[in-house]
């Protein structure tokens, strides 16, 4: 049988050796950012995932990076996340779309590690967890 407070009590304690910074074992993460940080966040997903996603199209030999479920001013995260790769890939155009409708940033070319490093370190992504 489910009950509530001992589930409330086996979360908390779970979460509660997190240390926000510290990489833990298996590579991930806790975010470091609060709602209101920032005009934009990118909430994890339930599995405290970030929503950054690679598509190949392998007859035009094609990728794109997607970040999805952008909230606020994508625009503003769309900008400084082309600055950003166009520094570290200095002499490359980025060609990056922001799909405000959709809450979706697009970009042409495989840069999943690099949006999640950038994500992780200006801490844009909030973990939504409530305990009622």
């Known amino acids: 049988m489910f009950n509530r407070n001992t589930s409330k009590a ?9 240390i926000v910074g510290e990489v833990t074992p298996s590579g991930w993460v806790a975010p470091s950012a609060v709602p209101g940080d920032y005009p934009y966040f990118v909430p994890r997903s339930a599995s405290h995932m970030l929503p950054v996603y690679v598509k190949h199209e392998p007859i035009m030999s094609r990728f794109t990076t997607s970040v ?47 949006v999640k490093e950038f994500l992780i370190r200006s801490a844009v992504d909030v973990l939504f967890f409530q305990c009622d």
Do not use: C
């Open 10 to 18: 086996f979360i908390f304690k779970i979460f509660v050796d997190v």
């Open 68 to 114: 999805k479920k952008v909230e606020g001013d994508a625009f503003a995260l769309g900008e400084e996340l082309r600055q950003y790769l166009s520094e570290k890939f200095a002499p490359k155009h980025i060609n990056l779309r922001v799909h405000e409708p959709h809450r979706m940033i697009q970009i042409k070319g495989e840069y999943l590690l690099e």
